[in-house]
């Protein structure tokens, strides 16, 4: 009876073991596969993430920047045309100006100037005035000259703030003075007429002609204006002579002052 007793007891002892051990091995199991299970779908919820910033991201740089990149493209196109249109007429009145330098046989200027940009031109007036971005932080004073190219003389200074200065265009209605017809040595008056044009009464028996260089008297290396026109009439002993700047002043970008 004693053996029968202890060999039950012994069968529930090993049983309880098993099923120990088999309840172990089945939570090492579970929890093996919520492990992975949970690694698989965080590692899935990263990759959509990641997909989706970087569809995002990718709509942004393809679709987004892309009307911006070209509107700002568009702007420096235009920016660089326009700067490359004044370099072109900053280029015509030089090569003008140099040629005129070696037909009359002028030497280039060789005072110190400042270079300036044009904010007001003298169509944007009633009083043919020049108003440029240099004032009297730069140097600039009352009585400096502006001139276009190398030495097209259009206008003396006469107003200067701290940052901008103006002139009155040489050729204005109000200026009456003397110039010299370079090629003849002679001095004439003349009168301004307004926007770079001038008026120049000369005998009859003077043999003025087109393209004829005007200067002042006292500056012969600045050019006031070349003789543009001839015009006679038979009742008048003077014939009338109709000089211009030689730069077209409307179209100034740039120029210089002169001390």
Excluded: C
């Excluded at 045309?81 to 090569?95: F, Y």
């Excluded at 004032?135 to 009585?143: A, M």
């Amino acid at each position: 009876m004693a053996s029968y007793f202890n060999q039950s007891l012994y069968k529930k002892k090993v049983k309880n073991k098993r099923d120990i051990g088999i309840r172990a091995f089945l939570m090492i199991v579970f929890g093996a596969v919520l492990f992975f299970l949970g690694r698989t779908i965080f590692y899935g919820m990263s990759i959509v993430q990641n997909i989706s910033q970087d569809s995002i991201a990718y709509t942004v740089d393809l679709l987004t920047p892309k009307s911006v990149f070209i509107a700002r493209q568009q702007a420096l196109k235009n920016k660089i045309e326009n700067l490359e249109q004044q370099l072109g007429i900053l280029q015509l009145v030089e090569d003008e100006n140099k040629s005129l330098r070696e037909i009359l046989d002028y030497p280039a200027a060789e005072k110190s100037t400042i270079i300036a940009r044009v904010i007001a031109k003298p169509s944007q007036n009633i009083y043919d005035r020049l108003v440029i971005d240099r004032g009297s932080r730069d140097g600039v004073i009352i009585g400096d000259k502006i001139i276009a190219g190398e030495n097209g003389l259009i206008a003396t200074i006469d107003t200067v703030t701290e940052t901008t200065a103006q002139g009155t265009l040489i050729s204005g209605n109000f200026w009456k003075g003397d110039v010299v017809i370079t090629r003849l040595g002679i001095t004439v008056p003349v009168q301004g007429k307004g926007s770079g044009n001038f008026e120049l009464h000369i005998p009859r028996d003077m043999d003025i002609r087109d393209g004829d260089v005007i200067t002042l008297p006292g500056a012969p290396h600045l050019i006031l204006g070349i003789i543009k026109s001839i015009q006679f009439d038979d009742r008048n002993p003077y014939q009338i002579v109709l000089a211009r700047m030689p730069i077209n002043v409307q179209e100034l970008k740039f120029v210089r002052v002169m001390k």
